[in-house]
C-alpha cells in the first residue's frame, strides 16, 4: 500500500495513536519501576525478584525505541519540529544510561527521568502535528 493509498486522516490518527503508546509504554515503564522499588522494600526480598531480570529492562527499551523512532521520526519529517526529537532521545539516553549503571537509586532516577522526558517528547509530537 503506498502511502498516498491512506487518506491523510488516518495517517494521523496513526502518528496520534502511536504517540499515546509511546506516552503508555513510558507510563508503564514508570509503574514497573516503582512497584518493584515497593515490593523490594515491603518485603525485603533483596535482588532475587523477577521484576529485577535485565531482559524486562531490555525488552522495556527496544519497545520504546521502535515506538520513539517511528512515531517521533515520522513527526519530525510531518512538522518538522526539532524540539520532540532532541526530548525524546534525551530521554531514551537517559534510560540506555540506566541499563549500564547498577541496580539502586542512581537507575531508578535515570528510569524515571528518562521515561518523564519521552513522554514529554510525544506529548511535544502530538502538540506539533496540530
Not at 53 to 59: G, Q
Amino acid at each position: 500500500m503506498t502511502p498516498d493509498a491512506v487518506p491523510p486522516a488516518s495517517r494521523s490518527s496513526l502518528r496520534r495513536r502511536l504517540d499515546q503508546i509511546g506516552i503508555g509504554l513510558a507510563g508503564l515503564c514508570a509503574v514497573h519501576c516503582l512497584a518493584t522499588l515497593v515490593v523490594i522494600s515491603a518485603l525485603g526480598l533483596g535482588g532475587h525478584v523477577f521484576l529485577f531480570d535485565p531482559a524486562i529492562h531490555r525488552v522495556g527499551l527496544a519497545l520504546a525505541l521502535g515506538v520513539a523512532a517511528v512515531a517521533i521520526g515520522w513527526g519530525l519529517m510531518r512538522h518538522g519540529r526539532i524540539l520532540p526529537f532532541v526530548v525524546a532521545v534525551g530521554g531514551l539516553a537517559l534510560m540506555t544510561l540506566a541499563l549500564i549503571v547498577p541496580h539502586g537509586a542512581d537507575e531508578f532516577v535515570l528510569t524515571l527521568g528518562g521515561v518523564a522526558l519521552v513522554s514529554v517528547g510525544h506529548f511535544l509530537n502530538i502538540r506539533a502535528l496540530h
